[in-house]
């Protein structure tokens, strides 16, 4: 079974930083590019970051551009995500996505989330 | 706000067919492949459709795509109570190099 599991999310102060990973089982990983996704309590998806297979590519949304930093160790059929000088409005539910095939492509795999919580 | 226009809500009865629209730009909708998502509370997004008009294995055919110019839409025909759910288009954005989506639908069975 092709599977997504996120860790690492939890509650942060802001200003504060958090590291999330995503382990990928059931296909195989170094062939897909992947995404973070987040979505804030009670509102919409919103798409934070995507690299490629290789790592070649790396994208941002301009609202983490600079505090957070995408990367994948294929070795390890990890996804992560380094986020830092987190703010309040950075809450959110965090879901790692496979690609359906390329970057283009829809999202076809999802997580079941992480939680982040920035508050004082 | 997001960058693709979606109605907060539709509904429709039992049996009938609603339509979700996704209007966007010429450097996203108007230049590539619309994706739509279904997403129950508490749970995780999953592809509906893709490329337009393609559906993952295991999605029912009452669900289809459509796109013409800067727009795409959605269609549930014979809609059924476990419709119920929120709806989501997504594009990959040429101007922006990032992937956009809209503000969702929520979908009622009446």
């Known amino acids: 079974e092709m599977q997504l599991v996120e860790s690492g999310g939890g509650l942060v102060k802001p200003g504060g930083s958090l590291r999330l990973a995503c382990e990928a089982s059931g296909f195989s990983f170094r062939s897909y590019s992947m995404n973070w996704v987040r979505q804030a309590p009670g509102r919409g998806l919103e798409w934070v970051s995507s690299?490629?297979?290789?790592?070649?590519?790396?994208y941002y949304a301009d609202s983490v551009k600079g505090r957070f930093t995408i990367s994948r160790d294929n070795a390890k059929n990890s996804l992560y995500l380094e986020m830092n000088s987190l703010r309040v409005e950075d809450t959110a539910v965090y879901f790692c996505?496979?690609?359906?095939?390329?970057?283009?492509?829809?999202?076809?795999?999802w997580g079941q989330g992480t939680m982040v919580t920035v508050s004082s | 706000q997001s960058v693709l226009t979606q109605p907060p809500s539709a509904s429709g009865t039992p049996g009938q067919r609603v339509t979700i629209s996704c209007s966007g730009s010429?450097?996203?909708?108007?230049?590539?492949?619309v994706n739509w998502y279904q997403q129950f509370p508490g749970t995780a997004p999953k592809l509906l459709i893709y490329s337009i008009d393609e559906r993952p294995s295991g999605v029912p055919d009452r669900f289809s795509g459509s796109k013409s110019g800067t727009s795409a839409s959605l269609a549930i025909s014979g809609l059924q109570s476990e419709d119920e759910a929120d709806y989501y288009c997504a594009a990959w954005d040429d101007s922006l190099n990032a992937w956009v989506f809209g503000g969702g639908t929520k979908v009622t069975v009446l």
């Open positions: 010429s450097s996203s909708v108007g230049s590539n492949s």
């Open positions: 996505a496979r690609c359906l095939v390329a970057l283009y492509d829809g999202f076809n795999i």
């Open positions: 690299i490629t297979d290789s790592g070649t590519y790396i």
